[in-house]
């Protein structure tokens, strides 16, 4: 049995049809099912969220009978009244820890690339709590570092699209971070692999994209295969975090974008190996405008 948490997320909802395909009995814990849609009835349900992870009970029926953990799920906002650093980072180290004492011999971790102790966002810093503590765990651990993770309807992707409507396109600071987008179904189908490589040492793959883009050309690029080519104008971002945070106060958690989520893209996710780990792993990562174009 494998536990698959984040099945609903951008890499889960690739992933879960390629684990069935492959016959893996799989066990999703969402909060949801019915955003699993017509998969809903190949798995079985553990219904729970990061935030209930402090649950032993419901914890324990999770895990009841599993020998591998894929470990998809994080959030890039806090989700009130718990924080980042709880649901990405305490979160996982409660899963992790019961996994070791119940019988599980696998456990698979999404951490990210440049996630370290002083990273300037609360997200990265948390990340890199919970991927020490994979590290040292007993269990045969994978870690997955991605670049900047994507999909033709995901809400990055989709609010880019949104802003193009404007006369101009708002971009957060200077727009000169550089990452190197990666596709869902390509990590998915990196995930996959991994997992038929069965047992052995731990192991940690970064997973990137075949081109390097800053900020700035990741706009411009979904702007234009939109159809809707617009003119950047970078925001100062003091200005965008008051206006952000006031916006969050009037609105609540129904607000487009926080801070957090705006600061993250001012940070560079780059791999010194490129697509070198993905292709160990038999896959050949697509480029952003190629898989954008074919929506």
């Not at 069935?20 to 079985?44: A, H, K, N, T, Y």
């Not at 040292?136 to 900047?148: G, K, M, R, Y």
């Not at 727009?175 to 390509?186: R, S, T, V």
Request: overall charge negative; proline content about 5%.
């Amino acid at each position: 049995m494998l536990l698959l948490t984040g099945a609903t997320g951008s890499i889960g909802s690739r992933l879960l049809p390629l684990l069935l395909e492959r016959g893996e009995e799989v066990r999703c814990l969402v909060r949801e099912p019915r955003r699993l849609g017509e998969r809903r009835v190949d798995v079985q349900i553990a219904l729970g969220d990061l935030g209930q992870l402090s649950d032993p009970y419901l914890v324990r029926q999770a895990l009841r009978g599993v020998d591998t953990v894929v470990h998809l799920a994080a959030t890039i906002r806090d989700q009130p009244p718990n924080r980042i650093e709880e649901l990405n980072g305490l979160a996982t180290v409660r899963l992790l820890r019961a996994a070791e004492h119940s019988g599980v011999e696998r456990f698979d971790f999404f951490s990210a690339l440049d996630a370290f102790a002083a990273q300037r966002t609360r997200f990265f810093r948390a990340k890199w709590l919970a991927e020490q503590a994979v590290d040292s765990s007993p269990l045969q651990t994978t870690v997955f570092a991605p670049s900047i993770v994507y999909d033709h309807s995901d809400p990055w992707i989709t609010l880019l699209r949104r802003f193009s409507f404007l006369p101009v396109l708002p971009v957060s600071g200077d727009g000169k971070a550089a990452f190197q987008p990666i596709w869902a179904a390509d990590v998915a189908r990196c995930v996959v692999a991994a997992l038929g490589l069965g047992g052995g040492a731990a192991a940690r793959y970064e997973l990137a994209g075949p081109e390097t883009l800053t900020y700035d050309q990741m706009s411009d690029l979904v702007s234009r295969i939109a159809g809707r080519p617009r003119t950047l104008v970078h925001l100062p971002l003091p200005l965008i975090r008051s206006s952000l945070i006031a916006i969050r106060s009037l609105f609540g958690e129904a607000v487009f974008a926080t801070w957090e989520e705006a600061e993250l893209m001012e940070v560079s996710m780059v791999s010194e190996g490129g697509t070198a780990d993905a292709q160990a792993l038999g896959v050949e990562p697509r480029r952003m405008s190629d898989v954008l174009e074919t929506s």
